[in-house]
């Protein structure tokens, strides 16, 4: 059973590129997170995804960013006009539910360098 | 979210036991004890988790107090494979507000040969 898989593993843009991530949950996981963790930072909640529908996105910038996980296919965390600042590891997971006692599963994460 | 409190940095030597502490005096009664760790260049991984009761797997143990304020994650024998940042979370059981783990600063624990 493959576990949460994130592509690309490496991003490069420069300044004013968009930066599309992609996050394949478990198999029979309808629930994704997304977290972002900056340099020497700790891992901070940016959406809460189930299918078709964006549940708690209230650690999502304003502006440039936004997430979705449409009902067939990976979910996808979009940055538009990519700054410095974005650089950091962004960390999917993925859960069957969002029961409290429930486990989430992480993937490696995308490392985004923008230059 | 319910606050933890764990310390910064904690030093082990390899085939030793390790007791991971956590504070978490304002815990509700809904909230699950979870932990969780990342190692270097990794997404954090799943360690163990608990209610009220403790709880062991073949990762490790996690020793909850009786009133429930604090709780210790033990690696019953360290390898330098378990060097990470070790999270404790507190998750409530509710079906939207158990949706997201909040991860604090963690506990860097290094594993000497």
């Known amino acids: 059973n493959a576990g949460v898989m994130q592509n690309p593993r490496h991003l490069v843009r420069r300044r004013g590129q968009e930066a599309r991530l992609r996050c394949s949950p478990m198999?029979?996981?309808?629930?994704v997170y997304w977290y972002r963790q900056l340099p020497e930072e700790g891992l901070k909640f940016m959406v809460y995804l189930q299918k078709e529908n964006i549940i708690d996105e209230s650690g999502m910038p304003k502006e440039r960013f936004s997430a979705e996980f449409p009902k067939e296919g990976p979910s996808i965390l979009r940055i538009q006009q990519v700054v410095r600042g974005d650089s950091a590891a962004y960390f999917c997971?993925?859960?069957?539910?969002?029961w409290g006692g429930g486990t989430l599963h992480f993937g490696n994460g995308t490392r985004l360098t923008v230059t | 979210d319910a606050k933890t409190t764990q310390p910064n940095s904690m030093e082990s030597n390899e085939e030793e036991p390790v007791h991971l502490p956590c504070n978490h005096s304002?815990?509700?009664?809904?909230?699950?004890i979870h932990w969780y760790r990342q190692l270097p260049s990794q997404g954090p991984e799943y360690v163990i988790h608990?209610?009220?009761s403790n709880v062991n797997n073949r990762m490790a143990s996690l020793a909850i107090a009786e009133d429930r304020k604090s709780s210790t994650l033990i690696l019953h024998r360290a390898t330098l494979r378990d060097a990470a940042v070790y999270y404790c979370?507190?998750?409530?059981?509710?079906?939207?507000?158990?949706?997201?783990?909040?991860f604090g600063e963690g506990t860097q624990l290094t594993v000497n040969p």
């Open positions: 608990g209610l009220t």
């Open positions: 979370i507190l998750r409530d059981v509710g079906e939207t507000s158990g949706s997201r783990l909040t």
């Open positions: 304002t815990i509700s009664g809904t909230d699950y």
């Open positions: 997971a993925s859960s069957p539910n969002s």
């Open positions: 198999k029979g996981h309808s629930h």
